[in-house]
C-alpha cells in the first residue's frame, strides 16, 4: 500500500515537472499581437512580456528613445527578434523561459599589422655616379611591435643608415620620427642588426649613408559572405 502511493506521488511529481518544462519550453513558441504605433521599445518589450508570461529582463534607460511602430503577429521568438532587429539591440537566452536585452556593440573590422619598407636610397654626387649601391642580404623580419598593434597605432618611420665597408651598420640617424616612440625604437633596432653586401666604387669597398622609410599601417581583412 505504501509502496502505491509513494510510486503515485513520484508519478505525479515528474508530469508536473513535465509539464512545467513543456510549458517553459513552448513560452518562447506562443503566438502574440503587438500592434506598436510610436512607443518605445521598452513598451513593445513590456507588451510581449504580459503576452507570453516571458521573463525579460532589460534595462529602462537602453530602451527609453527606441521609438518603434509595427505590426506583429508570429511567436514569441519571432516577434523578438523582429522587435530588436532594428534598434541595435539583441537578447540571450539563459534558461526556457528568460532572456536578457542588451545593446549589441559593433564589432571593430577586422585587421592585420603590415610593416612595409622601401628600397634604400643613397644620395651620389656627380664624381660617384658609378658607385654599386650596398645590397641587404638580411633575411631578418621586422615585427610590428605588439604594443602598438593593441593600441592600433600607426606611422611612418625615415632612418638614414650609414653602411660600412665591412657591411655592418655602423650608425642610425632619425631622419623622421613616427611621432610614436615605439614606432621609432622599434626601426632603429632593427636597423642597426641589418646586415649588407657593401657599397663599391672603383673595384674598393666604401662606407656610404643611405636611407629606409618604414611604415606601420592597419590593412582591413575583407571578409568572405
Keep these: 500500500m505504501k509502496l502505491r502511493m509513494l510510486c503515485?506521488?513520484?508519478?505525479?511529481?515528474?508530469l508536473t515537472l513535465t509539464s512545467f518544462r513543456s510549458y517553459a519550453q513552448n513560452a518562447w513558441g506562443k503566438e502574440v499581437f503587438l500592434d506598436i504605433r510610436e512607443k518605445p521599445l521598452r513598451d513593445?518589450?513590456?507588451?510581449?512580456?504580459k503576452q507570453t508570461d516571458l521573463n525579460?529582463?532589460?534595462?529602462?534607460?537602453l530602451t527609453k528613445e527606441k521609438l518603434l511602430t509595427l505590426n506583429i503577429n508570429s511567436t514569441?521568438?519571432?516577434?523578438?527578434?523582429?522587435?530588436l532587429s532594428s534598434t541595435g539591440f539583441t537578447y540571450k537566452k539563459f534558461d526556457d523561459n528568460s532572456a536578457v536585452?542588451?545593446?549589441?556593440k559593433p564589432k571593430p573590422p577586422k585587421t592585420k599589422?603590415?610593416?612595409k619598407k622601401s628600397n634604400l636610397k643613397i644620395n651620389l654626387t656627380s664624381e660617384k655616379a658609378e658607385i654599386i649601391k650596398p645590397t641587404l642580404i638580411s633575411k631578418l623580419e621586422l615585427i610590428y611591435p605588439k604594443d602598438a598593434v593593441d593600441k592600433q597605432i600607426e606611422g611612418?618611420?625615415?632612418a638614414k643608415i650609414l653602411v660600412s665597408s665591412k657591411g655592418d651598420v655602423s650608425r642610425v640617424k632619425l631622419e623622421k620620427s613616427s611621432g610614436h616612440q615605439i614606432l621609432d625604437t622599434a626601426t632603429i633596432n632593427y636597423v642597426q642588426k641589418l646586415k649588407f653586401l657593401p657599397a663599391e666604387l672603383n673595384g674598393k669597398y666604401k662606407d656610404v649613408w643611405t636611407t629606409m622609410v618604414v611604415k606601420y599601417q592597419f590593412e582591413y581583412i575583407m571578409e568572405k559572405k
Design 8 to 14: 503515485k506521488i513520484l508519478l505525479l511529481s515528474l
Design 44 to 49: 513593445a518589450l513590456a507588451e510581449l512580456r
Design 56 to 61: 525579460l529582463i532589460f534595462n529602462d534607460n
Design 76 to 83: 514569441a521568438e519571432k516577434a523578438m527578434t523582429e522587435l
Design 101 to 104: 536585452i542588451f545593446e549589441e
Design 113 to 115: 599589422a603590415v610593416v
Design 156 to 158: 611612418e618611420v625615415l
